[in-house]
């Protein structure tokens, strides 16, 4: 347990250092496998993507896998996202709890580009179309540990193996996550994740960092008036992007309801940056929207499912 705890750390304090040394947006959008940084969940994204301080159970392996330890019985989730264009993403996740021998996770992140038609130049400059179609996917699978270290405290680590194929040409890598969760008090927590810390990908002779980032985050519960409510709050430094803030808010004016609403800063050249969305909770049955601006593309739609076994 001291080696996990450790290497959590370690990974974290690295990568925090690298990210402020690779300065603001120093080499932006040079990153492979930028699949990863589409939110798979539905329940968070509404709430600006505000998540790394309190994502509990199955929801926790994308988003910090100390979270994870929060399981007290076996978590299945299914995510459907309409992207933008023709791509949609599917995530599937599982979480199993060992009793006093922490919590396991399992994940599948696929994204599909679709049919993409071929278009080539030819010496004077010129696109030349009609040559036939091609398909693209990316994927991501995930093995996920968490334990607590004591009552108020959880660490946990992701491994994850990660590949893209264009038509005929295939390229993958290998990467951890680690995280921390802090509960303070009763009401609030703090959260740190190490995201995609691993190998280049590699196409032919062409080879792309991942999206390499570090995450700290807080989150507040408290009764607004009647209603049960949650605010939370993430900064995010990618190593080889801006520095981003994200906020959002849960409020549940009945139990099995939840409304919530976010201020996404990750994309600053968008001129629309709310997300909005809902959870229902019928039983062991969980049922959760996301809606995000996409700018030139209008918006994306999340559609999650849960259930608890």
């Known amino acids: ?46 709430q600006g993507a505000a998540a790394v301080a309190d994502a509990a159970g199955v929801d926790a392996i994308y988003w910090n896998p100390a979270g994870l330890a929060e399981a007290k019985r ?22 199993h709890p060992s009793g006093g021998n922490g919590v396991m996770g399992f994940a ?24 036939g ?18 009552e108020n405290a959880s660490v946990g680590l992701t491994g994850k193996y990660i590949r893209s194929d264009i038509e ?15 509960r303070l008090l009763e009401a609030f927590s703090v959260g740190f994740a190490a995201q995609n810390f691993g190998t280049q990908i590699k196409f032919r002779q062409q080879k792309d960092e991942l999206p390499l980032q570090y995450k700290a985050g807080l989150a507040y519960h408290f009764m607004l008036r009647s209603w049960k409510a949650r605010l939370g709050a993430d900064m995010t430094a990618p190593v ?14 009945v139990d099995f ?17 709310l997300t909005a969305g ?11 929207y996301a809606y995000a601006p996409q700018g030139f593309f209008k918006s994306s739609h999340r559609i999650g499912f849960a259930v608890e076994f």
Request: net charge positive.
């Open 168 to 182: 005929s040409e295939q390229g993958d890598a290998w990467a951890v996550d680690a995280g921390l969760q802090f």
């Open 240 to 253: 080889r992007n801006r520095m981003h803030y994200n906020a959002g808010l849960e409020v549940r004016p």
């Open 74 to 95: 076996r978590q299945l989730a299914f995510v459907h996202h309409n992207y933008v264009l023709d791509v949609k993403n599917n995530y599937l996740a599982y979480a």
């Open 257 to 273: 309801a939840a409304i919530r609403v976010g201020y996404d800063r990750r994309n600053r050249d968008l001129k629309e940056w």
């Open 133 to 150: 179609s091609f398909d693209a996917y990316d994927l991501a699978l995930s093995v996920s540990y968490a334990k607590k270290l004591f």
């Open 1 to 46: 347990m001291k080696r996990v705890l450790s290497l959590a750390v370690l990974l974290m304090l690295a990568g925090w250092t690298a990210a402020q040394a690779a300065g603001p947006h120093k080499k932006a959008g040079t990153t492979g496998a930028a699949f990863l940084n589409i939110y798979p969940g539905a329940r968070y994204e509404a």
């Open 108 to 131: 599948l992140y696929h994204a599909d580009a679709g049919v993409l038609t071929r278009t080539e130049v030819d010496g004077a400059g010129n696109a030349v179309t009609g040559l």
């Open 278 to 288: 809902f959870g229902l909770q019928m039983d062991k049955w969980t049922l959760n």
